[in-house]
């Protein structure tokens, strides 16, 4: 929940072997920023519905002209399977506050092993409908690409820790460590 000028609003929907997205621009009629919130729950009469409400404006929000666009996504052709989520977007201010919305197709994770891995901020991640949603809250332009990829047949949503969903793994170098205990030599390795 925060006070933005623009919403971003991204969806992604699974179609046999490929991938679609549909993405909407949004902004405030005034020069005053809204509440968006996009945090489960009940709330209150009178708040205007996005996202097929999963995003909640205290105002209503004009979209921008050339809204909404839709494309389809194709497999990559060393990683099948996986797809390539591609956001950005320039404000016509650089402190104006953005609200990304990004709703990933049903039963799809991120592969934040896979590189490109670039995200502006830390993501507030929950899941709708068996759909990962991401929302990110970044002031100025901004840019998300990462790799998707749909889950296997025995896994669920429900077994990722959501607030590391998005956390690149880091490799610990091993170390080489040197004992001398009273004339007798020990090679230890370890991490």
């Not at 650089?94 to 039963?107: C, H, I, T, Y």
Request: charged residues 25%; aromatic residues 12%; glycine residues 6%.
């Amino acid at each position: 929940m925060g006070f933005f000028s623009y919403a971003y609003i991204s969806r992604y929907k699974s179609v046999e072997d490929r991938v679609t997205a549909t993405r909407e621009i949004y902004s405030t009629t005034s020069q005053e920023r809204v509440l968006l919130t996009w945090e489960p729950g009940s709330r209150p009469p009178g708040l205007h519905p996005y996202a097929g409400g999963h995003l909640l404006s205290s105002e209503p929000l004009e979209r921008l002209p050339g809204y909404p666009r839709e494309s389809c996504l194709a497999s990559a052709d060393d990683y099948p399977g996986a797809f390539l989520v591609e956001e950005g977007f320039r404000p016509k201010t650089d402190d104006s506050p953005v609200l990304f919305f990004v709703a990933l197709p049903a039963g799809f994770v991120p592969a934040p092993k896979e590189r490109p891995f670039e995200h502006p901020a830390d993501p507030f991640v929950d899941i709708r409908d068996n759909h990962l949603v991401l929302c990110y809250a970044v002031s100025g332009p901004a840019v998300i690409r990462f790799w998707i990829r749909e889950l296997e047949d025995d896994d669920s949503l429900e077994r990722y820790d959501l607030n590391r969903i998005m956390t690149r793994p880091t490799r610990r170098v091993p170390k080489l460590e040197a004992e001398l205990n009273f004339g007798i030599a020990k090679l230890r390795i370890s991490s």
